[in-house]
């Protein structure tokens, strides 16, 4: 069975940092390219990051780009976030969603998601 | 970047009702248009990729039309377990992938 746990939320201040994990079974971790997207409370979905399988591949949204960093160490099956300088607008579920069906851009697994607050 | 403007945005409907849930592109996405329904604190779950294709599992009540800028969601017959939010996404022109506004499927 596929899964994708989450890990690493919690309140934060503004201008502080987190990192977030990501926990992939069940799969071979590794034959498959990464997302990050994030939902603010009452809020619709926005995509944040992707990572290719080999890691060769990143891209950003505009809204993260220059502050957070997505990574992955497919030894250890994991997908990992690293968000500094963040805001009061970065308060958000995060959900790391795997890329099915061979082709980027098809979430086809989701994680339970984590929650970020970021507030004084 | 492509913007997804789905329509209505609350569609009230009773169980055994017919839902069309609309998602119009600013430009061409061709067929690459991605369903996915969410309910109250759950992850979304993929419905239908590439504008008329179901995922594993998804009944066959659920179906996607549509190319270039407009597509439809279509449930033919509401379940209890239908009411939710729906959201299409397009991966045609990425970064950054992007979504529509969801569109709430409520019982009337």
């Known amino acids: 069975e596929v899964q994708l746990v989450e890990s690493g939320g919690g309140l934060v201040q503004p201008g502080g940092s987190l990192r977030l994990s990501c926990a992939a079974s069940?799969?071979?971790?590794?034959?498959?390219?990464m997302n990050w997207v994030r939902q603010a409370p009452g809020k619709g979905l926005e995509w944040i990051s992707y990572?290719?399988?080999?890691?060769?591949?990143?891209y950003y949204a505009d809204s993260v780009k220059g502050r957070f960093t997505v990574s992955r160490d497919n030894a250890k099956n994991s997908l990992y976030l690293q968000m500094n300088s963040l805001r009061d607008e970065d308060t958000a579920v995060f959900y790391c969603a795997r890329d099915g069906y061979a082709v980027a851009g098809i979430f086809d697994y989701w994680g339970q998601g984590t929650l970020v607050t970021v507030s004084s | 970047e492509i913007v997804l403007t789905q329509s209505p945005a609350t569609l009230s409907l009773s169980p055994g009702e017919r839902a069309t849930l609309s998602c119009r592109a600013s430009?061409?996405?061709?067929?690459?248009l991605v369903w996915y329904q969410q309910k109250p604190g759950q992850a979304p779950r993929l419905l239908i990729y590439?504008?008329?294709n179901r995922a594993a599992g998804i009944p066959a009540r659920f179906s996607g039309t549509g190319s270039g800028t407009d597509f439809t969601l279509t449930i033919s017959s509401l379940e209890p377990e239908d009411f939710a939010v729906y959201y299409c996404?397009?991966?045609?022109?990425?970064?950054?992938?992007?979504f529509g506004g969801g569109t709430k499927v409520e019982i009337k």
């Open positions: 990572i290719s399988s080999t890691s060769t591949t990143i």
């Open positions: 430009q061409s996405v061709s067929s690459y």
């Open positions: 069940g799969f071979t971790f590794s034959d498959y390219s």
């Open positions: 996404q397009q991966r045609t022109v990425w970064p950054p992938l992007t």
């Open positions: 590439d504008a008329s």
